[in-house]
Every structure is written in structure tokens, then in C-alpha cells.
């Protein structure tokens, strides 16, 4: 079956990084496009980052755009998102998503001094 195991979230300062990780398994995943949401406290979940199955054609959130990145390891079956210059207004519990509705569990990402 699908899972999606989010990791990588915690703490971290304004203007800090962090990485976060997303191993798939259960299905062959270099053949589909993936997806990073997130959803703050008191907010609807929004579309941050989306990759295509071979890792070109990344598109980013406006509030994101220079800031993260999204990337995958098909060999590895893993999805990155690499965050800088986090701001207080990125704190969402971040998740990763199969296009065909699968949600991993989500990891928590808090920016604050």
C-alpha cells in the first residue's frame, strides 16, 4: 500500500533552514508528479511546491518562490524540500502528497526567535 513518511520538521529560528524529507514506497514513484502542502494553525492546507515524476518543471507557492526548493531521488524514492530563510509566517505542519490522494502523516515546522 502507499505510504508517505514526512521528516525533518522541528524549531527553528527566522531566517534559519531546514530540510525536509519524504520517503515513498508502494508504488513506483519516478512515475508520478509529487506534491508538498502545508497548513498553518487556523488555515486551510495550500500547495507549496510541485515536481514532475523525472524532477524537472518545479513550481513554487508565490510566498515561497526563492526560498525553497523542491527536489526527488527516484533512485532513493524520496522527496525533498529544501527551506531557507524561513520566515515566522512559514509555521504549517508541512505534507507530502501523491496525486492520487495519498497524505503522509505530516511533520511540523515552527519558525520563531
Given at each position: ?37 502545508r497548513q498553518a494553525p487556523g488555515k486551510e492546507r495550500e500547495l ?8 524537472g518543471v518545479p513550481n513554487y507557492l508565490d510566498s515561497v518562490k ?16 529544501q527551506m531557507n530563510s524561513l520566515k515566522p509566517e512559514d509555521t ?22
Amino acid at each position: 500500500q502507499v505510504q508517505l513518511v514526512e521528516s525533518g520538521g522541528g524549531l527553528v529560528q527566522p531566517g534559519g533552514s531546514l530540510r525536509l524529507s519524504c520517503a515513498a514506497s508502494g508504488f513506483t514513484f519516478s512515475r508520478y508528479a509529487m506534491f508538498w502542502y502545508r497548513q498553518a494553525p487556523g488555515k486551510e492546507r495550500e500547495l507549496v511546491a510541485s515536481i514532475s515524476s523525472a524532477g524537472g518543471v518545479p513550481n513554487y507557492l508565490d510566498s515561497v518562490k526563492g526560498r525553497f526548493t523542491i527536489s526527488r531521488d527516484n533512485t532513493k524514492q524520496i522527496l525533498y524540500l529544501q527551506m531557507n530563510s524561513l520566515k515566522p509566517e512559514d509555521t504549517a505542519v508541512y505534507y507530502c502528497n501523491h496525486p492520487s490522494g495519498y497524505w503522509g502523516k505530516g511533520t511540523r515546522v515552527t519558525v520563531s526567535s
